[in-house]
């Protein structure tokens, strides 16, 4: 395992950077939280293009191309525009978001399935809420996702996976889209009460789970049909979120990890063979 800075931070916590997320065309899309703006990264590490956005957090790409984040995040801020979902064409020389969603409020993650729908979460949130293409909530699926306290999440095929940050025993949580009451804990990552990692954000990686510890500097694999984990990498600084390089120039997607901070930097994670936790 080989890490190397992609992106220089700045002071720690101030420079913010909360997630990640590729186009598939060249660019790397990054919301840096405390700054309040969407960042665009080529894949020489330069900076492309940048807009505001007030205190984005979760970014995806959806089904349909765009790129979606969620604004009013940071808490600090959200006062001034309340929360929700906006939406930008990665395509544009300088992309101008529109909001698609707006009036959810204390959320963090995103995630998006194949038919558009969106998934929040928050850590203090009772529940995952879900919200149709058309901008309405589906309630009776929220009521069901009754995770409480929910960070990073992540998609994979007909399963939505989710770290919970506010519990001691930093459980990774699956939630069957169709099913969502039956839900159910895969891996408990903190066994000692007092150990609690402060799980972030998670994708997916050769068919195992990837979360990040804030707290240890960690990337932790997690294997979704056994619930057996293993360290992939340490001495990150606070970890805040990963996803595995797809159409990003020469970095490939079978072994290059990015990982944003809180220390404001964007690592490269590079996998030379995969674990086997």
Not at 35 to 64: C, M, W
Not at 95 to 123: H, M, Q, R
Request: aromatic letters at 6%.
């Amino acid at each position: 395992m080989h890490t190397e800075v992609f992106r220089q931070g700045g002071i720690p916590l101030l420079d913010w950077r909360e997630n990640l997320e590729f186009d598939g065309r060249g660019t790397l899309w990054v919301s840096h939280v405390t700054q309040h703006r969407v960042e665009g990264y080529a894949p020489d590490g330069s900076l492309k293009t940048s807009f505001p956005v007030n205190g984005p957090g979760g970014i995806r790409r959806g089904p349909d191309g765009m790129m979606y984040v969620n604004f009013g995040v940071n808490p600090l801020t959200s006062w001034l525009s309340g929360g929700g979902i906006m939406r930008f064409d990665p395509t544009a020389a300088r992309p101008k978001p529109v909001k698609v969603v707006d009036g959810v409020s204390g959320i963090n993650g995103l995630a998006i399935d194949a038919k558009g729908n969106f998934y929040l979460s928050g850590e203090l949130a009772t529940s995952i809420v879900k919200i149709r293409p058309d901008g309405t909530k589906d309630e009776k699926w929220t009521r069901a996702a009754n995770v409480f306290g929910t960070n990073g999440l992540h998609i994979a095929g007909d399963q939505l996976y989710a770290s919970v940050l506010t519990n001691a025993a930093s459980p990774v949580v699956r939630i069957p889209l169709n099913d969502p009451a039956h839900h159910t804990t895969i891996a408990n990552l903190s066994p000692n009460p007092l150990d609690i990692k402060l799980l972030d954000d998670l994708t997916t990686f050769d068919g195992n789970l990837i979360v990040t510890s804030f707290r240890d500097g960690e990337l932790i694999q997690v294997n979704p049909a056994t619930g057996r984990s293993c360290t992939l990498a340490t001495g990150l600084r606070t970890p805040t979120s990963v996803r595995v390089a797809r159409g990003f120039g020469e970095h490939s997607a079978q072994h290059a990890l990015f990982v944003s901070e809180a220390s404001g930097r964007i690592l490269k994670v590079t996998i030379p063979r995969h674990g086997t936790g």
